[in-house]
């Protein structure tokens, strides 16, 4: 009896144990999910596989797990968004320094045109000492790529304030003018710069011939010339030595822009070398002349070209203080006179027909 009350109290015992075990939080469960994988095969073929994982976890975390399943889909998709925004940033980052460095380029290469030296008159230089009015300065400027090394002058006539008021020696050698002008024949010194005219419409010459010079500019740099600007504003302290002086000695040739005082709009020529043997065999004119009459030529035949106007053949004699100086190819060209037009598209058609002459000059 006693036996048998035993083995029923062993028996219960087992019965409860095995009902707690059935609450115990122990318990391990396998789920599996399903990831796909792109792959490629040993042909090159893009190959879509199946990839099982298998998770071990207890019952206990399974609730939690599947609690915390949507705020996991959520992290996900902030921290997508989070990333997709961060490379979006990114990507307006680079585009904004990508657009600054190109800005900055684009500055560099202005900075390239325009060289930091100005250029005055250096005392030292060949006929320097017959200058009279000096204080001014030239710029020089060079194309940002593809250069050929020439250096023109450039020269706007007239703007120097004060310029008529002071004279300078006609001649090196001190001998008189042989040709009339603004300055009479015979005469031994001539107005340092003269004012120019007026144009019919109330413009002075002196404006115009600037605008041209920046157009002109503008032209040879686009060619690959360097481009020495003896006028580079509204007034340069520069009389009409000094900027020959200055040209002799940075430019390989020198080109001075003018319009003529008449009114019959008569149209464009050069100021040739006057045929007077005392004046060709005076230095430094002996030595040049023959360049400046070619210089001439190349110019009014590229004036032509273009459809400029050429009064008679497009050379007219004149004994100027600038070709009595020059050591290198120099001109004064005259661009029309008073009633010309001077609006900017005829200005940018002398200065094609201007660098056309330059080019069939140098041989480019």
């Known amino acids: 009896m006693r036996l048998k009350f035993i083995c029923q109290a062993m028996l219960l015992a087992g019965v409860l144990t095995a009902c707690g ?11 599996t999910s399903s990831a796909v994988s792109v792959e490629s095969s040993a042909d090159g073929k893009v190959v879509q596989t199946d990839v099982v994982r298998k ?7 399974s609730t939690t797990a599947q609690s915390s399943k949507e705020p996991e889909s959520s992290t996900e998709v902030t921290s997508e968004a989070a990333s997709k925004t961060t490379v979006s940033e990114t990507a307006a980052v680079e585009e904004t320094t990508t657009v600054k460095e190109t800005q900055a380029e684009t500055e560099a290469k202005k900075s390239e045109v325009k060289e930091a030296g100005e250029i005055g008159l250096d005392p030292s230089w060949q006929y320097a000492s017959f200058s ?12 940002s790529e593809n250069g050929n090394g020439i250096t023109i002058a450039v020269n706007a006539g007239h703007g120097t304030k004060g310029g008529s008021s002071q004279k ?9 003018k042989v040709t009339s002008g603004t300055t009479k024949a015979g005469a031994t010194t001539a107005i340092a710069v003269s004012e120019g005219m007026t144009f019919a419409d109330g413009t ?13 500019k503008d032209e040879l740099l686009s060619r690959g010339y360097n ?12 009389d009409n030595i000094a900027r020959t002086v200055i040209a002799n000695n940075v430019a390989s040739a020198h080109i001075a822009l003018h319009w003529d005082s008449t009114n019959a709009d008569k149209g464009a020529f050069y100021m040739g070398v006057p045929e007077v043997d005392s004046y060709r065999s005076m230095e430094p004119v002996a030595s040049n002349w023959k360049k400046h009459e070619s210089l001439g030529k190349s ?3 590229g004036l032509s070209s273009n459809g400029t106007k050429i009064f008679s053949k497009g050379r007219m004699e004149m004994d100027l203080t600038q070709t009595s100086y020059s050591t290198v190819p120099s001109i004064d060209i005259e661009l029309g006179d008073k009633t010309s037009d001077h609006g900017k598209d005829e200005l940018k058609k002398l200065s094609k027909g201007l660098a056309d002459g330059i080019d069939s000059y140098f041989g480019r």
Do not use: W
């Open 55 to 61: 998770v071990t976890r207890s019952n206990k975390d």
């Open 21 to 31: 075990g059935n609450n115990s939080s122990t318990k391990n469960t396998v789920e």
């Open 204 to 216: 002075p010459e002196s404006t115009v011939t600037f605008e041209m010079a920046k157009i002109l």
């Open 168 to 176: 300078t020696q006609c001649h090196p050698d001190g001998t008189p």
């Open 227 to 238: 481009v020495l600007m003896i006028r580079d504003g509204s007034d340069v302290q520069l």
């Open 299 to 301: 110019l009014i035949n």
């Open 132 to 143: 009279k009015i000096n204080s001014g300065k030239s710029v020089l400027y060079k194309p």
